[in-house]
């Protein structure tokens, strides 16, 4: 999964986010202070891998890359 500057178009004053995972690493830490948005990244990146699974359009820059899984497993 790559995603760059993914975001949220109904959202006027989003932060676009950059997400990378898969290319030479399968795992990754994500660190922050209490409220800095790690929860908000990872059911962003998780929504979107689900959008595009099943046909949907989502908002990210030219050169973003997603996956297809046989199984997603969430809890949101």
């Known amino acids: 999964i790559n995603i760059i500057q993914g975001r949220y178009n109904l959202i006027e004053n989003c932060i676009p986010l950059d997400f990378q ?14 409220a800095g948005g790690k929860t908000v990244v990872l059911k962003t990146v998780g929504l979107m891998t689900l959008a595009v699974m099943s046909g949907f359009h989502v908002s990210c820059r030219e050169g973003s890359e997603m996956s297809v899984f046989d199984k997603v497993f969430v809890d949101i």
């Open 21 to 34: 995972i898969g290319d030479s690493y399968r795992s990754l830490i994500i660190t922050g202070p209490n």
